[in-house]
């Protein structure tokens, strides 16, 4: 069977009954939290015993032969299972396929990959997975249904938020779950079930640096030069990555190109701003109004060479290119590009 991510917890006493399971999908924190639910569930029916593989191209399948024909002396059941660090091909769908049709009652296969084509999902071995086991496809949902998401991922921590919490939360974590998944996390650990504030989401999300980068958002799109430039460097003084900054960059740069398109085929600028919360509108007119296309396409080039200079390909502090950047999104160019790329 096929199973919608919305509807796996309901469906883990069927789940649990099948010889196998495949998720596939691209987000981190969603694939974990649905591969959790389903190996605590599978942990919880029997004496099963748990053996995790990380599946790369030099992958050795006889270990998991072996596994499979061995069971321990202190469990009569074994769940294994298997990650794969990216989408097998079909020579590695073979070998998959002889594994899961050799499968016997006293076994459970968790199997994680990378999303999945249209294409790809029609493949003899995952049909024979949605036929006798189960599918599971992980698609991130979108700002409309992202409330209904965190509201019903706070109800399974037992996190009590009003509806106002939640629409705080996803409006300064949209897109990045991991962010959302760990903030729900603190507070179920810190709150229990006591009725959740803006005040106690804030006092955590001030120390959480996933959250003063979302913030930056707000900054740039406003144009507030002091404001971007306190946030950087107040990310920057506290060791963290810039690999997250350049995300929120190239996000917002993204979101303005869509909207862009859309006025472009005839939309309204009040019919392009659809695609973001209603709180978030009066930010993104004031990108609108402040920015043009060409302007866009030379933001794009500028975070790719913030990507280069984190990678070690262009000789210049990756800092330095963001607070260009990023003040160029601004509307200034206060820094010049002084930085050469290595080759």
């Not at 790369?56 to 399948?61: L, P, S, V």
């Not at 509201?151 to 009003?162: P, T, Y």
């Not at 949209?174 to 229990?192: C, D, K, P, R, V």
């Amino acid at each position: 069977m096929r199973i919608a991510q919305d509807f796996v917890t309901k469906e883990l006493p069927k789940i649990i009954k099948l010889p196998y399971c495949v998720i596939a999908g691209d987000e981190p924190a969603l694939m974990l939290n649905t591969e959790q639910k389903i190996k605590d569930a599978i942990m919880n029916s029997g004496e099963y015993e748990r053996e995790v593989f990380d599946v790369d191209n030099k992958f050795n399948w006889s270990d998991i032969i072996n596994t499979g024909q061995s069971l321990s002396l202190f469990s009569t059941q074994k769940l294994i299972q298997l990650k794969f660090a990216n989408k097998p091909d079909a020579k590695t769908f073979k070998i998959l396929h002889e594994c899961l049709d050799k499968t016997n009652p006293d076994l459970f296969y968790l199997i994680t990959m990378p999303k999945l084509d249209s294409n790809t999902l029609k493949n003899k071995t995952l049909s024979m997975v949605e036929r006798n086991g189960c599918l599971i496809t992980i698609y991130p949902p979108d700002h409309t249904k992202l409330p209904s998401w965190i509201q019903n991922r706070a109800r399974e921590l037992h996190v009590n938020l009003s509806q106002e919490s939640v629409a705080f939360i996803a409006a300064h974590n949209e897109g990045n779950f991991l962010a959302i998944e760990q903030l729900l996390t603190q507070l179920s650990f810190l709150y229990g079930h006591q009725q959740i504030s803006n005040e106690m989401i804030a006092e955590l999300s001030s120390e959480n640096s996933n959250f003063v980068a979302f913030d930056l958002s707000s900054a740039l799109l406003t144009g507030d030069i002091a404001r971007i430039y306190r946030i950087i460097q107040g990310l920057r003084s506290e060791g963290d990555v810039p690999t997250l900054v350049n995300w929120v960059l190239q996000k917002e740069i993204a979101i303005l190109q869509r909207m862009y398109a859309k006025i472009d085929a005839g939309a309204t600028i009040e019919m392009a701003l659809n695609d973001v919360w209603q709180n978030q509108k009066p930010l993104y007119r004031l990108a609108l109004n402040r920015m043009n296309p060409n302007r866009l396409r030379n933001l794009t080039s500028m975070v790719v060479q913030i990507d280069l200079s984190i990678k070690g390909q262009m000789n210049e502090n990756p800092w330095n290119a963001i607070m260009r950047t990023a003040f160029a999104f601004a509307g200034k160019r206060l820094l010049p590009l002084s930085a050469e790329i290595k080759l």
